[in-house]
């Protein structure tokens, strides 16, 4: 179910609604085991409009089935979209009783029913219980006037880094976990929340409470980035809070990520991909060189140190053994964290140019220093927050006038 509902919620982006403001997408599974997506595309003459539902049953069509197994409508209002009165009849013309239908909207809530139970009803599922349709009612989406004010850059904030939201000028705060499927915060220092708004003059979107893999849902760093590149970002600065291994990074030092060894055994990209051409993307540029220029260059513009390095990215939440940090020394780390490689590998599948920070906030276990504690991080990670933030901010400054005098 949840393949099919990422799929719908993928095609969702590709809906022309610019009458209703009401995007959906559809994904139906064959009987064959192909998924075929679909869209909602609306024109001025309104009954001329394709559902969502529509699209993707012309396709499975022209594709040559004739059985639907399985259905996902995903719309951008509140509660879960069903199916209008039309296309339950259409799709019920292809699809037994007992075929599962999945709605969801943009919240976490996603209801199921099955095509029989769908069938009499013309529309949504509260219809289901006899109350009236909210079905295509028109919602005022903040995400689209989030679209229309155009961020260019996505921040990703790490541990204790939340002081850097208060650079943001004009800023709006949105909840972040309906559209983009994330699961709920569940680690202190990380309320999920998305702020929009401008530093230095430059529109952003930045992300305060990422997901982490080891919350346990694995592709979910691939839907936040691809929520910030939905946006209109195309570059995106990922920051986290890690350990130091290399013998010169203390706690406070900060470090452009030049590099990293994915160690967390999983992949963000794991699982169906609508684009073929994006299946494999490159890594070897993965942390964009000329954006490690502009960084540099900002911190000088700031007054502020950075080293250089390479990031050891882990599962967690444990932390590490010293035996184990003695491994990443030796494979080439030089600090170590729990976050950063999933996100900066899917923004390489995204397309998405890619700097990152790391702020240490301990000696790795073993290098020096007492017992690693969460708390700590934070409290270590909110006394660095200042100097990242003045380092954002002539980031910020620099890209804004990139293409005028910003290199
Ligand atoms: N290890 C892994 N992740 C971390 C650490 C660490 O020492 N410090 C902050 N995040």
């Known amino acids: 179910m949840s393949v099919l509902i990422e799929a719908a919620r993928r095609v969702q982006r590709q809906a022309y609604a610019p009458y209703s403001g009401f995007r959906v997408g559809c994904a139906l599974r064959g009987s064959g085991g192909r998924i075929f997506v679909g869209a909602n595309v609306e024109n001025a003459a309104y009954p001329l409009g394709h559902c969502a539902e529509r699209s993707a049953l012309l396709a499975m069509i022209a594709a040559g089935e004739t059985r639907i197994a399985e259905v996902a409508v995903v719309g951008s209002g509140d509660a879960p979209c069903a199916p209008c009165g039309g296309c339950r009849q259409m799709l019920s013309e ?29 529309f949504g599922p509260a219809d289901l219980d006899g109350a009236p349709s909210r079905v295509h009612a ?22 204790g880094l939340a002081a850097v939201i208060a650079a943001i000028e004009d800023r709006r705060t949105i909840d972040p976990s309906g559209p983009a499927g994330l699961p709920p915060p569940s680690v202190e220092g990380h309320a999920r929340r998305l702020h929009t708004g401008t530093i230095a003059g430059l529109p952003v979107a930045c992300l305060e409470g990422r997901v982490h893999l080891y919350e346990g849902d694995a592709a979910a760093p691939l839907r936040l980035v691809r929520l910030l590149h939905d946006l209109g970002c195309e570059t995106l600065l990922v920051t986290s809070a890690v350990g130091g291994i290399r013998d010169d990074l203390e706690p406070g030092a900060i470090v452009v990520v030049d590099d990293h060894l ?26 964009d060189p000329l954006l490690r220029e502009v960084l540099d260059r900002s911190a000088r513009d700031a007054g502020l140190d950075v080293a250089h390095g390479v990031f050891a990215g882990v599962l967690g939440p444990s932390f590490e053994t010293p035996a184990e940090i003695a491994m990443l020394r030796r494979l080439g780390g030089d600090v170590v964290g729990m976050s950063t490689v999933a996100e900066t590998i899917a923004a390489a599948r995204c397309g998405l140019r890619t700097a990152a920070l790391a ?4 000696r790795a276990a073993g290098a020096g220093g007492g017992t690693l504690t969460h708390a700590h991080t934070l409290a270590e990670g909110d006394r660095a927050a200042p100097r990242l ?13 990139e293409g005028k005098d910003g290199r």
């Open 138 to 159: 028109q919602e005022n989406d903040p995400f689209e006037r989030t679209r229309a004010t155009g961020p260019r850059l996505g921040i990703v904030l790490g541990s």
């Open 94 to 122: 292809f699809a037994a009783a007992d075929v599962p239908i999945h709605m969801a909207g943009r919240g976490v809530e996603t209801r199921s029913a099955t095509m029989a139970e769908l069938l009499p009803f013309a």
């Open 359 to 362: 702020i240490v906030v301990n």
């Open 262 to 287: 994915n160690l967390t055994g999983q992949n963000p990209l794991v699982g169906a991909d609508d684009d073929p051409d994006r299946r494999f993307p490159d890594m070897t540029a993965a942390y």
């Open 389 to 401: 933030a003045a380092l954002i901010e002539a980031f910020c400054r620099r890209l804004a006038n």
